[in-house]
């Protein structure tokens, strides 16, 4: 899937009282302007459903997500609406659900019943502008009870489901162990399989502390870090991708659905990192969407170390980033 863009996320994550956010045209102007032409919209179920009960939850709330795809669409950008937290599973914090979507059924039925929904609401809506991603990041195999099996079950049923309501909508699916393992059971089921751009965590996620790795871990120098028995470079980033190159030639399309990297690692090391991992991309010409726009992980004063901005269509943005990405699109 050669689209390239960001994720947004007005509707990411539920607090009580909370609302999710209404479009924000302004950014969508600048990636129409910029030619990029992808926005993936990670969602929690928990905006819509209380308490747990999937099975009726309160669809005024998908009029925000009316929203979202109506501004995308106008401006030719394609949305790709994602369950970040679905049913019995979120990669962050699953210890606060009751269900468990890969062993119990109430979630797994719930999961489904709430992609069909989707799916009558938007039949007629042409994957030009709109997919479904239909897990976040699926957990490590052997965690949380997920086995290949288990897993390629629920999303096997779930394409189908969505598929007998809409058959043309494009499906995507995520790899397991949080987006990195590629998935050559599901290679014939006809959908995207969406890949992470996060390695080396030791460099994307220098004093991220909500990943476990982050402790005692010295600043990020690249190429050529040193860490998980490897050192990282352009070629070990590579060597990283050859499951996904293995799908991609048996006729498998391949999309980035995250990448980059968070702002305690100097900006000069992370715009080496970006250089050779975007060259990858569009030597395997894959789409891309940067995990964000705004924010510790975007390109607008996302406040890396050294990071120069440039006042840019209305945003003080890191210009060498974005000019990395726009070099880097196949078209």
């Given at each position: 899937?050669?689209?390239?863009?960001?994720?947004?996320?007005?509707m990411?994550?539920?607090?009580?009282?909370?609302?999710?956010?209404?479009?924000?045209?302004?950014?969508?102007?600048?990636?129409?302007?910029?030619g990029?032409?992808f926005?993936?919209?990670?969602?929690?179920y928990?905006f819509?459903?209380?308490n747990f009960d999937?099975?009726?939850?309160?669809?005024?709330?998908?009029?925000?997500?009316?929203?979202?795809?109506h501004?995308?669409?106008?401006?030719?950008?394609?949305?790709?609406?994602?369950?970040?937290?679905?049913p019995?599973?979120?990669?962050?914090?699953n210890?606060i659900?009751r269900?468990n979507l890969?062993?119990?059924?109430?979630?797994?039925?719930?999961?489904?019943?709430?992609?069909?929904?989707?799916a009558?609401?938007y039949?007629?809506?042409?994957?030009k502008?709109?997919?479904?991603d239909?897990?976040?990041e699926?957990?490590?195999?052997?965690?949380?009870?997920?086995?290949?099996?288990?897993?390629a079950?629920?999303?096997?049923?779930?394409?189908?489901?969505?598929?007998?309501?809409?058959?043309?909508?494009?499906?995507v699916?995520?790899?397991?162990?949080?987006?990195?393992?590629?998935m050559p059971?599901?290679?014939?089921?006809?959908?995207?399989h969406?890949?992470?751009?996060?390695?080396?965590?030791?460099?994307?996620?220098?004093?991220a502390?909500w990943?476990?790795?982050?402790?005692?871990?010295p600043e990020?120098?690249?190429?050529?870090?040193?860490?998980?028995?490897?050192?990282?470079?352009?070629?070990?980033?590579?060597?990283?991708?050859?499951?996904?190159?293995?799908l991609?030639?048996?006729g498998?399309?391949v999309?980035?659905?995250?990448?980059g990297c968070f702002?305690?690692?100097?900006?000069?090391?992370?715009?080496?990192?970006?250089?050779d991992?975007?060259?990858?991309?569009?030597?395997?010409?894959?789409g891309?969407?940067?995990?964000?726009?705004?924010g510790p992980?975007?390109?607008?004063e996302?406040?890396?170390?050294?990071?120069?901005?440039?006042?840019?269509?209305?945003?003080?943005?890191d210009?060498?980033?974005?000019?990395?990405?726009?070099?880097?699109?196949?078209?």
């Open positions: 899937m050669e689209k390239y863009g960001f994720n947004f996320q007005w990411y994550v539920w607090e009580e009282g909370k609302k999710p956010q209404p479009p924000d045209k302004r950014a969508l102007d600048f990636l129409a302007e910029m990029f032409n926005v993936r919209i990670p969602t929690d928990r819509w459903t209380k999937y099975f009726h939850p309160d669809e005024q709330v998908f009029e925000y997500i009316d929203s979202y795809l501004e995308c669409q106008s401006r030719n950008i394609h949305m790709c609406l994602n369950l970040h937290r679905a019995g599973y979120c990669i962050n914090r210890d659900e269900d890969w062993q119990d059924k109430i979630a797994q039925d719930g999961f489904v019943f709430q992609w069909e929904l989707f009558k609401r039949k007629g809506i042409s994957s502008y709109l997919s479904f239909l897990v976040n699926p957990p490590n195999i052997g965690q949380y009870g997920m086995t290949r099996e288990n897993h079950a629920i999303i096997t049923r779930t394409v189908n489901a969505i598929r007998q309501i809409d058959p043309d909508r494009e499906i699916i995520d790899g397991l162990g949080g987006g990195n393992i590629a059971e599901l290679a014939d089921l006809g959908v995207i969406s890949g992470r751009g996060y390695q080396p965590m030791a460099l994307t996620h220098y004093q502390m990943w476990d790795g982050y402790k005692g871990l990020p120098t690249y190429p050529d870090l040193v860490w998980g028995g490897k050192v990282w470079n352009k070629e070990t980033l590579r060597d990283y991708y050859k499951p996904w190159l293995e991609q030639q048996r498998v399309k999309h980035i659905g995250e990448f702002n305690k690692t100097p900006n000069d090391v992370a715009l080496r990192w970006f250089k991992l975007l060259s990858l991309y569009k030597e395997f010409k894959w891309y969407s940067l995990w964000n726009f705004e992980f975007g390109i607008v996302h406040g890396r170390p050294g990071a120069k901005y440039e006042h840019y269509h209305g945003f003080n943005v210009r060498e980033l974005l000019d990395l990405l726009l070099e880097n699109m196949c078209r």
